[in-house]
């Protein structure tokens, strides 16, 4: 399954005489069709959104189709955990365990994204860049909102300075996302001090990224006066998608992982199984003469001497 939406855009590019690593992104089509497709509540929009937005923005820049990044959230909140999945090109997929909780606004009047995800526990991004083994990195969260989580993460296990800024605005009654924007600035060695203090300043003009975008100003408009006299650079246009790669024979080598005894187990109890994807909610029905098929799959599997 593959959505693509007119106005969804992602930038790359560089500032401040090519020593500072922009990646931008509008994807409000982008977290709606997730919103859509998973029944999220207002917060869980918001929480689920900008990890998609975080993740897309990873992976825009991987080198090959089969590369991958897969990010988790695990903060102990009542949403449970957050994952999304990212391939090259900004191609994006998530999912999330409760996706109808919904909090009461926080302190500010915002939605409550820290108090759904939690922060008693931790970030994991694996990055498999089809080398012989993926990446693994972890990381605490520091407050369950997302983007202060990735800048934490960015700096304490990449050991990469970076501003991050992700922000979701939807309607207070339907809930329907306005507007989804997200922003990573990363400074390279080279980059001089007082030019990491330019773009500090620029944080309360960055806050309102999604803001701008609401309020009909493209993404390349609002980089644009953004960055004005920074020496904005664009390297790189695309779409990002939400696509889902699910498959009947990746779920069919899913029920082949049970193993014989489960497989089994099955059979004679329910004689029948469904399996609904996690990411696209797309429903695999699979009947008892296709399960002994796949049982015997399964045998074969187990049995070494079946495979000599």
Not at 155 to 170: A, F, I, K
Request: charged share 25%; proline share 4%.
């Amino acid at each position: 399954m593959e959505t693509k939406f007119e106005n969804d855009s992602m930038i790359g590019g560089l500032l401040l005489n090519k020593t500072v690593n922009v990646m931008a992104i509008s994807g409000r089509g982008l977290v709606e069709e997730a919103r859509k497709l998973h029944g999220l509540s207002r917060v869980c929009t918001a929480a689920l959104g900008r990890l998609l937005l975080a993740v897309s923005m990873m992976s825009a820049r991987l080198k090959t189709e089969t590369d991958s990044i897969t990010v988790t959230f695990a903060g102990g909140g009542p949403a449970g955990n957050l994952t999304a999945v990212g391939h090259t090109g900004g191609i994006v997929k998530g999912c999330i365990t409760n996706p109808e909780v919904e909090l009461p606004l926080n302190a500010l009047g915002k939605l409550d994204v820290s108090g759904a995800v939690g922060t008693a526990g931790e970030m994991r991004v694996i990055r498999d860049l089809s080398l012989k083994e993926p990446y693994v990195g972890r990381c605490a969260l520091v407050s369950g909102e997302i983007a202060n989580d990735f800048a934490n993460y960015f700096l304490v296990s990449e050991q990469q300075p970076s501003l991050v800024y992700l922000g979701v605005r939807v309607e207070p009654v339907s809930g329907e996302v306005r507007s989804a924007a997200g922003l990573i600035l990363a400074p390279l060695p080279d980059c001089p001090e007082e030019d990491i203090e330019k773009l500090e300043a620029l944080a309360p003009e960055i806050a309102s990224l999604s803001r701008h975008i609401d309020e009909g100003d493209s993404l390349r408009g609002a980089l644009d006066k953004l960055f004005d006299g920074m020496d904005f650079e664009i390297s790189d246009e695309m779409t990002p998608l939400y696509r889902c790669d699910c498959s009947r024979e990746r779920l069919e080598g899913v029920i082949i992982s049970l193993g014989e005894e489960e497989l089994t187990d099955i059979i004679e109890n329910e004689g029948k199984a469904e399996l609904v994807c996690s990411f696209c909610s797309k429903r695999y029905n699979f009947s008892e003469e296709e399960l002994r098929a796949l049982l015997e799959k399964a045998k074969q599997k187990d049995d070494p001497e079946e495979n000599e």
